[in-house]
């Protein structure tokens, strides 16, 4: 035990030393940056990201500083739009323990000064709305939900904030539920009437912001969007240091492929390349590396596996992704599809189904607290006797699953899009950034779903379009390689993978002419480009 306080004190130790010399690099950087801004003219960009760090230096966070930049070394006007307390309880702050505990404002607020060192920002506090106040008072979980004021649908922008920072999808109706949801739309309302106040009074040409889902970001992209101003949001993009913009929902990862794109030979090559190292469990998400290592089907699936007439794995994803609005177009949540999979499941005893929970279920200071093994447990569908369940922590190899499958179930997994990539048929029953292409089977409601699953159960043979291998490729090829913008000589890891720290770098490699992420992304934001960087 003492050995361990030890060891977690040295780290807490090393970890606030490497922040504060972090910021100590952000601060001289930006007294650079300030020193060689050129005179601006025009109307502004405005930048917000409340929602991505508070205070370590996230990539995202990272990402915006960087941007905000390159865009006031070229003669761009840049107006930040900051926390200065504005809210009362902000997403990251959120104490799901103690709800009631106030966020850390006076950290955030130190660490936000030193990203706009030299930076025009207008920094807003929160405001009371007595008349809010009064019309939220009391008011049960339903009706906070579907709440609006002033026209502005409060209550569905602090939805995903909620069930993100909550890690459940379904929300309890009790009393710290409804008072974090009531103090996420008080928040909300402050951000909308602040922002509002700011657009007016600069009349930007842009407004970039993070992630686009948490409320205070998706709140002012509401309000920019109703004055017609254009919105962008960002989000980490799929390989290692990179970042991926948008006009629209970044979460989504809209892309528009050219039907005439092909994979010539070199880029098949290496997307081959990166294909090979992720079947064997050496990829990272977001700065996140989910094995260590990864094993096969041992002796004891194998033997079980023999006694059915076929395997059908059910991939899930985490609380987080299928929450997000985007998702659920089908069924009206996972664990909704996970029910109906059940009563299938029961009906097809000659099939094995394997429920596969994501690896990122139980993440540290990320863990769903609902959970797919809470839900086999509650509807005790590992007794099933034809039910294999492989909990988040197992480094079963998905893909060799899928090699023995029948075919694949997913809700909106990435393991979909690999399947379809293996030439392996797919049946998917929420929208997922690839299904934007005939990448997989993707019936358009519960009953088609539901016809589809029992016509591929009962095939002796499933055909599989040429086009779902083809798009597959080629979208994964375009988020790898044209949508993600590296930033990586800017930036490396820090203590934790979540974390950047800022490099020493010449202020000219943030110049489109020496930096082509950056050139695409200002064409983007300024002009009509597709933030794309196509070789």
């Known amino acids: 035990m003492k050995n361990f306080l030890s060891e977690f004190y040295t780290q807490n130790i090393q970890r606030r030393l490497t922040r504060h010399l972090n910021n100590f690099q952000i601060w001289k950087m930006a007294r650079r940056v300030a020193a060689q801004v050129p005179s601006a003219d025009g109307a502004p960009v405005i930048f917000f990201k409340a929602s991505s760090g508070i205070d370590d230096l996230s990539w995202n966070s990272a990402f915006h500083l960087l941007t905000s930049w390159a865009f006031r070394l070229q003669g761009i006007p840049v107006q930040f739009f900051a926390c200065n307390s504005g809210m009362t309880h902000c997403v990251l702050g959120t104490n799901r323990d103690y709800v009631v505990q106030k966020p850390p404002c006076a950290s955030c607020i130190y660490q936000s000064k030193t990203l706009y060192t030299g930076a025009d920002a207008h920094w807003f506090s929160f405001q009371i709305d007595e008349e809010l106040d009064a019309r939220l008072r009391d008011l049960p979980l339903s009706e906070l939900m579907d709440f609006i004021f002033n026209g502005i649908p409060l209550g569905q922008l602090s939805l995903p904030g909620l069930r993100w920072i909550l890690r459940r999808h379904h929300l309890n109706d009790d009393k710290p539920t409804r008072y974090l949801l009531s103090q996420y739309i008080r ?306 890891t820090g203590v934790r993978t979540s974390h950047a720290l800022m490099q020493d770098f010449d202020l000219a490699r943030l110049s489109p002419e020496n930096s082509p992420a950056i050139k695409v992304i200002l064409d983007g934001v300024l002009s009509d480009g597709d933030f794309l960087l196509r070789e």
């Not at 998706?218 to 390989?239: C, D, P, Q, S």
């Not at 070199?266 to 997307?271: D, E, G, S, T």
């Not at 994803?317 to 009563?343: C, G, K, R, Y």
């Not at 499941?345 to 990122?360: G, S, W």
């Open 187 to 492: 928040s909300a309302w402050n951000v909308a009437r602040e922002f509002e106040m700011l657009i007016k009074r600069t009349q930007p040409r842009a407004v970039v912001v993070f992630n686009g889902q948490m409320y205070p970001e998706a709140t002012a992209l509401y309000i920019a969007r109703k004055h017609g101003i254009k919105a962008i949001t960002h989000e980490v993009g799929l390989r290692p240091a990179t970042v991926f913009f948008t006009e629209g929902e970044a979460t989504a990862y809209p892309l528009h492929i050219p039907d005439e794109f092909e994979l010539n030979d070199a880029q098949n090559a290496r997307l081959d390349e990166y294909l090979s190292k992720r079947f064997q469990g050496d990829f990272t998400m977001a700065g996140m590396k989910f094995w260590s290592d990864m094993k096969g089907l041992d002796e004891e699936f194998l033997v079980k596996a023999a006694e059915f007439k076929q395997i059908i794995p059910i991939f899930t994803n985490v609380i987080f992704d299928t929450s997000q609005p985007h998702a659920n177009t089908v069924f009206e949540d996972m664990f909704t599809w996970l029910d109906a999979a059940l009563e299938v499941i029961k009906k097809n005893r000659e099939t094995l189904f394997v429920i596969r929970a994501h690896p990122d279920e139980m993440r540290l200071r990320k863990a769903s607290l609902e959970t797919v093994a809470n839900w086999v447990a509650d509807r005790c569908a590992d007794e099933e006797p034809n039910v294999i369940f492989v909990p988040p922590h197992e480094t079963l190899s998905s893909y060799e699953l899928i090699q023995r499958a029948k075919f694949t179930m997913i809700y909106n997994s990435t393991i979909g899009m690999e399947a379809s990539i293996m030439g392996e048929p797919v049946l998917c029953a929420g929208k997922a950034r690839f299904t934007q292409y005939p990448t997989v089977f993707f019936p358009q409601s519960v009953d088609a779903y539901k016809e589809k699953l029992a016509e591929m159960l009962n095939a002796e043979s499933i055909e599989v379009p040429a086009e779902f291998k083809r798009n597959a490729r080629r979208f994964l090829y375009y988020q790898l390689y044209f949508s993600s913008l590296p930033f990586g000589e800017y930036l490396k």
